[in-house]
């Protein structure tokens, strides 16, 4: 599978493939670190697939068709 066509939900689960074979404590250090960087490529495409999300999210319609910011509140 392609990085750019992963969605975040496959990215994550091969991330959590990823600490499970490394908690097994049995993986050869050169795989181990192979895995790892695996991981920080994966946790990368989340990180700009959210980073999307957020600039998506971040404008919003009001009610007169305006836009404005998106707060959460208790931020």
Do not use: H, W
Request: proline share 3%.
């Amino acid at each position: 599978m392609e990085e750019q066509t992963l969605s975040f939900e496959e990215a994550i689960k091969q991330i959590e493939e990823i600490v499970q074979k490394l908690e097994q404590g049995d993986v050869p250090l050169e795989k181990a670190i192979a895995y790892f960087q695996e991981g920080v490529m994966l946790s990368q495409i989340c990180k700009e697939k959210l980073n999307t999300v957020e600039k998506q999210m971040a404008t919003i319609l009001n009610e007169q068709g305006e836009q404005r910011p998106f707060v959460i509140e208790g931020e």
